[in-house]
């Protein structure tokens, strides 16, 4: 078998390209390329060629319930996150008050993609990178033991997933107002036994994501994510940043922008004065961590602080780790403290308006903004994913970090540059108008 | 199918335009996914391995996502010729999934429409105006349906492939799930409408089972008659034409029995066709709740 992937391409001589044509171990379908004269990186991009799908169109017309199983679609991996924001924009702008329990489960729900996806990540897609193995199958052969701890982690949100939205990829559970079904006290409780695994489970991921060897890739970014006084911060709270934007949640576009960039086909996002912001586990730690349950604060001062998440992007596997510990510790007080409620979901009415929301997806702050009419149907629809959130940023990392890798022969070097961008759990499928990318020759 | 051999088959698992959910099933597997080895040797699998081998030649490839872009199409005919069986799996492979829906943009403004609306310089799109099932562009030897995909469907369908048997996957519809599992009708009992009487039920009547109606993840089954149900939410629950025709406009709504049902009702909502006698946007025409 051959490793095709990696393509040097003829260029004159004084300038170098290292080039991914089709990057493995991510959610869609993406390259990446780095142009290099002398000693000097000239040329980042990170570009998308996967297919548009045009959902912010689809949605118009729709009434909100349809419009939370059709974004669904936009990704298998995080589809909790997007019926999560368009639902809880849906809900502020008619005013719904969810019941205390329904709120929970929400959180719960929530939850348990974040442990399905941070598992998936951890164990299927990052973890080989440190081990020197080109997949987990390929992992497993050694280390069967880990793998198997990390599809075991996986399956309990995969079960949470289930039991709250009948299935896992594309769940139906949701609606406006609530549930269309809620849980038995029962049903709940059988997930508790695999959860204190998972928890356990999560406090040994920590252990052994931190005993990795990181490269060395420091750096002092602006970050942004959600943050709430009281808890970790998932669907609540004020989005924030490190130097100082504040906002209500709903209205990101009065901070923050998409712009077409010359030389990428993406819309990358930035705060409406141009900076770049890093978002996703590593920025959550860092600028909400305060919110941590206690065990994860634990774990995460044993990894070796706070500090080495915000500086090296390579730590952010221990980010995902820390927030499993969480996830888990919080679904089980869920679990323990619920009581059913009277009623699955409360009516509502429609009424015309901007429904927008942000959410904390496993891979960063998704924002959703719907104006639809007063029958509550979508007239415009606007969706951004945390990955075109994520993109001008992570070319900025490209170009710092590949000063570091070119005395390396260029399929190395290439796939060193790969490894860093997995970091940032880059789901291309997510990017609803990422665009096909003709590559400009300098 | 793909035969007796002793020897591992070589396996690739591709997307088209799609969410990825479908290859997730794989993932899925759980512990049978480190079994998988001693049948099936993955040798192109983008979303799980660095290991690639795009170019096959491939004993069995698992294709998901609808073909949308003219380098789609050509890219799923060279597959093709480098396939022994090809497997088409989920909505979107097997019926064009919720992209499809772009094929009835022409009922307002074209696919330029769609374009504009999402992005700022439509001159760097590369789209073709129909996102569409594989087998419109290739022949198929099997297909596993659902938006996502069954597990339990996958295991069967690795299981039958390996030993070189057929697949043995339910034919029947959603309804006869929900009767056996003694379900009160959503659509009977509540008004809700449901296409469980045409749909083909590999989710164990999911929907249903959360007091909701079903929504097609799976498909029309043979031989459905979707103009007498559409007859039925019409007449008994009420809907109007482009209640309807939402309701049957969901993620299998490109398959034939689906379409055409939607064409009668005026297109999916805002992709309606503008009324003979009028001039309005026909995605602000008034519309029941579906």
Redesign the interface.
Known sequence: ?????VAVEATIPEQRVFAVD????????GRLRVVVKGDEVVEAELSIF??????????????P??VI??VA?????C?VAYQMTATEGFERLFGVELDANVRQLRRLFYWGEWLQSHA?HIY??HA?DFLGY?????M?RDH?SI??RG?AL??VG?DIMALLG?????P??M?VGGF??VPTRGQLRALLPALEVALEDSKETVRWTSSLELPEFERDPLMLSLYDAELYALDTGRLVTTEGIDVDPGDWDEAFSEQ?VEHS?A?QATSIDGKRHLLGPSSRVVLSGQGLHPLAKEALEASGGVEIIRRNMFASINARGIEMIHAAAEAIAIIEAYEPPAD?FVSWEPRAGKASWATEAPRGVLFHRYDV?D?G???KARIVPPTSQNQAFMEDDMRGFAGSVLDLPEPEAA?RL?ALIRCYDPCI?CA??F??L?VERI | MAGNSTKPLRVGVVKFASCDGCQLGFLDLGPALLEIGVKYHIIEFGEASSNRTPDGPFDVLFVEGSISTDEQARHIRRMRDRTGVLVTIGACATSGGIQALRAWAGNDGGIAGFIDAVYAMPEYIDTLATATPVADHVDVDAELRGCPIDTRQLVELLTATAIGRRPQLSSEAVCVECKRAGRVCVMVARGEPCLGPIISNGCDALCPGMARGCYGCFGPRESANGDSLAGWFADSLDLDDAAVAATFAGFTAWSPELRAVIDARGGPPGMRAAPASGSGKAANSKGGAA
Do not use: N
């Not at chain 1, 080109?134 to 390929?138: E, G, R």
């Open positions: 078998m051959t490793r095709k992937k089709s990057m493995s171990r991510v959610e869609g379908e996967e297919a548009p799908r045009f959902f912010e169109r689809l949605v118009v017309g729709r009434h319930d349809q199983d059709m679609r936009i990704c298998g991996i589809p998936l299927l897609l080989p080109d997949s987990a199958l390929d497993a069967r793998v198997e599809l996986k399956q995969v009948g299935r896992a990829v594309h139906v559970g609606r269309y079904r077409h086909t819309l699955p009419d029958e149907r979508v007239v796939a790969e499928s609803t108008h665009l096909r003709e």
